[in-house]
């Protein structure tokens, strides 16, 4: 006669019951199906871990290894010290001013040269002619400016005029947010000594075929001319080993 000493529920050649396995499965199931029941709004806060584990009859134990497995499939997240939240973590957004302190003109320009020829070419595609004409005025703005002040005025709303010509709130939004970085790590540090800019100033011609480009409903040329300015005022306000200068 052979006598089993231990787990009576443990046969030879069998698998052990898995106590613990089997409880995290039920406490997980119990917590989906009070999630479901109450169908809560993403971002909604649930109740403290205290309160929830009475809700539910299991441990608090129980309840945070539930709350890990929902969170690794993104149902939840947690944030310590406020609480579990419905729905997948949030993404937190900088502030303009936040932005102002961790970037530098090497990124502003980046994400100018990735920007701006796309809103040239729905410039291109949308434009009225109360925007074509708007444009020729910035530009001979530009041209009799006579200070830098003048200039950088003109200059900035002849680029918002072509945001604001893709007829999209959306990218007027994010040029405008673009723009306001630009101005405060860029330009607050780069200036010119010059009064005034020069005849010749190579923005003038720049400008004259990117408005060209868009009168002319040219998608491609009027992105390769704004391509084309941008590089060129990379060139003066970062390649450049001479003194810096104003925007463009």
Same mark, same amino acid.
């Given at each position: 006669?052979?006598?089993?000493?231990? #787990?009576?529920?443990?046969?030879? *050649?069998? /698998?052990?019951?898995?106590?613990?396995?089997?409880? %995290?499965?039920?406490?997980?199931?119990?917590?989906?199906?009070?999630?479901?029941?109450?169908?809560?709004? /993403? *971002?909604?806060?649930?109740? /403290?871990?205290?309160?929830?584990?009475?809700?539910?009859?299991?441990?608090?134990?129980?309840?945070?290894?539930?709350?890990?497995?929902?969170?690794?499939? *993104?149902?939840?997240?947690?944030?310590?010290?406020?609480?579990?939240?419905?729905?997948?973590?949030?993404?937190?957004?900088?502030?303009?001013?936040?932005?102002? @302190?961790?970037?530098?003109?090497?990124?502003?320009? @980046?994400?100018?040269? !990735?920007?701006?020829?796309?809103?040239? @070419?729905?410039?291109? !595609?949308?434009?009225?002619?109360?925007?074509?004409?708007?444009?020729? &005025?910035?530009?001979?703005?530009?041209?009799?400016?006579?200070?830098?002040?003048?200039?950088?005025?003109?200059?900035?709303?002849?680029?918002? !005029?072509?945001?604001?010509?893709? *007829? #999209?709130?959306?990218?007027?939004?994010?040029?405008?947010? !673009? #723009?306001?970085? %630009? %101005?405060?790590?860029?330009?607050? &540090?780069? @200036?010119?000594? %010059?009064?005034?800019?020069?005849?010749?100033?190579?923005?003038?011609?720049?400008?004259?075929?990117?408005?060209?480009?868009? &009168?002319?409903?040219?998608? /491609?040329?009027?992105?390769?001319?704004?391509?084309?300015?941008?590089?060129?005022?990379?060139?003066?306000?970062?390649?450049?080993?001479?003194? &810096?200068?104003?925007?463009?």
């Amino acid at each position: 006669m052979v006598i089993l000493r231990g #787990n009576p529920d443990h046969l030879p *050649g069998y /698998p052990a019951h898995d106590d613990d396995g089997g409880s %995290r499965q039920a406490t997980l199931v119990q917590l989906r199906a009070w999630l479901m029941r109450h169908d809560f709004a /993403p *971002g909604t806060r649930l109740p /403290p871990e205290r309160d929830l584990s009475e809700i539910l009859g299991v441990s608090r134990g129980e309840l945070r290894k539930a709350l890990a497995t929902l969170e690794a499939e *993104g149902q939840v997240w947690r944030h310590v010290g406020k609480g579990t939240f419905i729905g997948s973590r949030r993404v937190e957004v900088m502030s303009l001013s936040e932005i102002d @302190r961790v970037t530098n003109p090497a990124e502003v320009m @980046r994400a100018r040269l !990735l920007i701006e020829p796309m809103l040239a @070419r729905e410039a291109a !595609l949308n434009a009225t002619q109360d925007h074509i004409e708007a444009m020729a &005025a910035c530009i001979l703005r530009t041209r009799s400016a006579q200070t830098w002040r003048q200039y950088e005025t003109a200059d900035n709303e002849f680029h918002r !005029l072509i945001a604001q010509a893709t *007829g #999209n709130r959306l990218l007027l939004a994010l040029f405008d947010a !673009l #723009n306001a970085v %630009r %101005r405060a790590v860029v330009w607050g &540090a780069l @200036r010119s000594g %010059r009064q005034r800019p020069p005849d010749d100033h190579h923005s003038f011609a720049e400008h004259d075929r990117i408005a060209a480009a868009i &009168a002319q409903r040219d998608l /491609p040329g009027s992105a390769e001319a704004m391509h084309h300015h941008l590089r060129a005022v990379q060139k003066q306000l970062i390649d450049s080993k001479g003194p &810096a200068i104003p925007p463009e």
